[in-house]
């Protein structure tokens, strides 16, 4: 007698991509027995189970492969069907480093790992052009200062992989350190404009140190121990950005002015005054002076009078003192010459010496 055996009628399957060098074949049984095999490819392929239509084969290489199911229904009957896998390396993307930056640009610096890569705005106050958005290291320029997500998205094949990083955008601090100038004492009034974030003041040189009110008040009081030429340095930061401007003030002392030593004239008599310690001299009141704009002017008042004296130095200074001429009258005084007295001693005329 003779064996009569049905014909398989072998479906391999789709096929198509993998990743991670795993993909799962999905062949349609018939009748027999099935076997998966691999036909070529760059590697070798591990079958989960050979015999399961349905099964995970894993490959040591990534690249095109063939694989083969096999259907022996008994005695010389059999059939097979191929199917093509394309096994893609996964990608691990790595978005590089973020941080701050102190302007409206900031360039990437993603690690290039396999396919394709994208770069893409996640969320941030303004909108995001890139010079390159397929580059790594491109430049991504903003509309407006704030925090921003970028997503560095890596394809190959069907195999994707991505990852994030957060950008600071901040202002430059355009700082204002205000006017210097010359000071006639120990103290001197900053004048800072208020800027971006926070501004503080410090001594950048000097002669001396210096002692701040409130460092951080841009209209602050500093005091110095010596005097001499200083330099204070107003510094503004906003987030990690940071600028400085710098203000010069020279400290002067008050020259050593003085008006010399009290003294006293008779009336009609004149007295030398004797100024020192100054270039310019101005001396009030003037009415009874010769020249009230020289060190040692001659003073003939006819009454007692204190005399200011403003003496002003080479560098501007100013310091004032005060004299006084007292005038000395004589009362004691002699009457003669009595003419032609009344009896009454009304109406007589007097000659009267001093």
Known sequence: GSN????????????????????TINATPSVGTGTWSQIFGPGIASFSD????VTPVTV?????????????????????????????EQPA????????ECDLDFVFNAWANTGTGTWSQLSGPGTTSFSDMNNPSAVATVTGYGTYTYRWTEVNGVCSD????????????SPEAGFGGNECDSGFTLNATPALGMGTWTLSTGTGTASFTNPYDPNDSVTISNPGFYVFRWTDVNGTCSAYDDVAVNF?????????????????????L????????????????????????????LETTTYTMKGTDMNGCVDVDEVTVSVMR???????NLMTPNADGINDTWIIDN
């Open 252 to 272: 002067f002392l008050r020259p050593p002015v003085s008006a010399g030593e009290d003294t006293s004239i008779s009336l009609g008599n004149s007295a030398i």
């Open 274 to 301: 004797q100024g020192t310690g100054a270039e310019l001299y101005s001396w009030t009141p003037d009415d009874d002076l010769d020249d009230p704009n020289i060190a040692n002017p001659t003073a003939s008042p």
């Open 330 to 336: 004589d009362y004691n005084f002699v009457v003669s």
């Open 50 to 53: 050979p015999n399961n239509p």
């Open 162 to 173: 991505s990852a994030s990083v957060s950008v600071n955008f901040y202002e430059m601090p």
């Open 60 to 88: 040591t290489t990534d690249g095109n492969y063939l694989f083969r199911w096999t259907e022996i229904s008994g005695g010389p009957c059999m059939d097979y069907d191929e199917v093509t896998v394309n096994f893609y």
């Open 4 to 23: 009569f055996y049905e014909t398989p009628v072998v479906y391999a399957g789709t096929g198509g991509d993998g990743c991670n060098l795993s993909y």
């Open 93 to 100: 993307a790595d978005a590089g480093l973020g941080g701050d």
